[in-house]
């Protein structure tokens, strides 16, 4: 029987996010008959690197597997307000550094959404060796045994090798199985530390957000089997977790399927307990969802707006307007859904005009809250990285991109990089925005230089959002923003 450790490296706790992937690939592991044991650095991360030599002076696995879930938080007020402008990546390598004093490199296996969005990267920042791109569940499965049967796993799809080319996991169904959820991580350690439990019901995605990594990332949709959802969903409730993010890529696509998980979670009469919070799109979206979501104990639904303006919302790679932005938020009032509506500003064609519209807007519209998100994330796996706008930043060194409006301080696209129109001006606009908005603060989230303030809508490392799991909160923690200013 082969030995396989997961390991977790994440070492942000506030909030303390479950490492859903694990519980997955543990699940994956276990029917293929392999010995599964973890490796969890979150709880422990003040003191990581003496659990990590503590572990493996006791235990001597086969193989480990890291999963690597960031690269970098994607949020432009951190950049040059906090260590390594928000990446993970210094502290992926500290841990991989102590991974590897502990075990051998040709036995460490790496994957996770951050270390496929740019693999290669992470193979060298890391020194690590092997990884999986894409989706894990079967692939891992099958570099063991090609191990084990004396073979090089090179040429496999989705395995990558530091130095060779590679393929991207086969977009296969993904998923099949009942996952395991109370055996393996402490989703109750993580429930009291942050609030919530993740909860699929499909996998990938298919749409054309034109700044998103995940289609290209995870492959395409795959939807999971309505049974298999209420089995796992149950195996939360019974640990008496009470709050639940479906962490699919967007909660209402494919519609249909979405229609069915919310009708089945609504005819199990669960405990009203029971909170569901989702991302989703503007469209698709529609009466039905909306009440069928309610009588699920659906409590919340962040969605990603984006912006008004049709041109920008057209190089977002959008194909809603702003009508229906106000017609989807109004049926969730009228249903009792909590909203929060995200924008995202600084596109090309951004400026101060476009942006207070936007805030006219949605003054008018009066969703529970508006997030205001300033500068594009970029990332390799994005199409707007390969645009030809982005693409012609490769050929400047750093200060001419910053003139131009592109921001980064290591390795273009794989360290954090942003993009603010030049039109706004740079940190004028956060005072320009917090002024504009005034009194009604309480009901938009504004980002700040500092990034430290309670009316930003950074999550990790957050002051607020510490105080909230002190007070014993749970759920999504932008439900309670407007509390704060009571």
């Not at 597997?65 to 500290?94: C, E, L, Q, Y």
């Not at 360290?415 to 956060?430: A, M, R």
Request: glycine share 8%; hydrophobic share 35%; charged share 25%.
């Amino acid at each position: 029987m082969t030995k396989i450790t997961l390991v977790n490296p994440n070492l942000v706790k506030v909030p303390a996010v479950a490492p859903v992937a694990l519980d997955v690939l543990n699940t994956a592991l276990r029917s293929e008959g392999h010995e599964i044991d973890l490796l969890d650095l979150t709880p422990v991360a003040d003191r990581y690197e003496q659990e990590i030599n503590k572990y493996f002076s006791k235990n001597k696995p086969n193989y480990v597997g890291i999963t690597f879930r960031n690269a970098w938080d994607m949020v432009f007020t951190s950049f040059g307000s906090v260590k390594d402008d928000g990446s993970f990546i210094p502290s992926h390598v500290a841990v991989a550094r102590i991974l590897l004093q502990n075990f051998p490199r040709d036995r460490i296996i790496a994957g996770g959404v951050g270390f496929s969005s740019i693999p290669e990267y992470m193979l060298q920042q890391t020194g690590l060796k092997y990884g999986v791109v894409g989706a894990g569940d079967k692939v891992f499965s099958r570099i063991i045994d090609a191990f084990e049967g004396g073979k090089s796993p090179r040429g496999l799809e989705g395995f990558v090798e530091a130095g060779y080319p590679y393929i991207r996991s086969p977009r296969e169904e993904t998923l099949p199985l009942v996952i395991d959820r109370t055996n393996f991580v402490d989703n109750k350690w993580y429930f009291r530390n942050g609030g919530l439990a993740g909860l699929r019901t499909s996998n990938g995605c298919n749409m054309k957000c034109t700044y998103c990594m995940e289609p290209e990332v995870k492959g395409g949709m795959f939807l999971r089997d309505v049974n298999h959802v209420i089995a796992e969903l149950n195996q939360l409730i019974e640990q008496g977790i009470t709050d639940v993010h479906i962490i699919d890529s967007e909660a209402n696509i494919p519609f249909r399927h979405s229609k069915e998980i919310k009708r089945a979670i609504a005819s199990r009469n669960y405990p009203s307990s029971l909170r569901l919070w989702e991302y989703a799109q503007v469209l698709p979206f529609d009466e039905e969802y909306a009440k069928l979501a309610r009588k699920a104990g659906v409590a919340g639904i962040l969605f990603s707006a984006d912006h008004i303006e049709p041109q920008i919302l057209k190089a977002f790679g959008k194909w809603y307007t702003a009508e229906d932005i106000a017609r989807t938020t109004k049926i969730c009032q009228d249903n009792g859904i909590k909203v929060m509506n995200e924008f995202l500003f600084g596109m090309p064609g951004e400026t101060e005009d476009s942006i207070k519209k936007s805030i006219d807007f949605m003054r008018e519209l009066d969703p529970y809250l508006t997030g205001i998100t300033l500068g594009i994330g970029i990332t390799p796996s994005s199409p707007l990285s390969r645009s030809p706008a982005m693409l012609r930043f490769k050929m400047m060194n750093p200060e001419a991109r910053k003139r131009e409006g592109l921001y980064c301080n290591g390795t273009l696209f794989a360290d954090p990089t942003y993009f603010v129109s030049t039109s706004l001006k740079i940190p004028e606009i956060y005072d320009t925005i917090r002024n504009y908005v005034g009194s009604d603060i309480y009901r938009f989230m504004v980002p700040t230089v500092q990034n430290t303030s309670k009316t930003d809508n950074q999550l990790i490392n957050s002051s607020r959002v510490e105080k909230l799991i002190r007070e014993g909160k749970t759920g999504a923690y932008w439900a309670y923003y407007r509390d704060q200013w009571n």
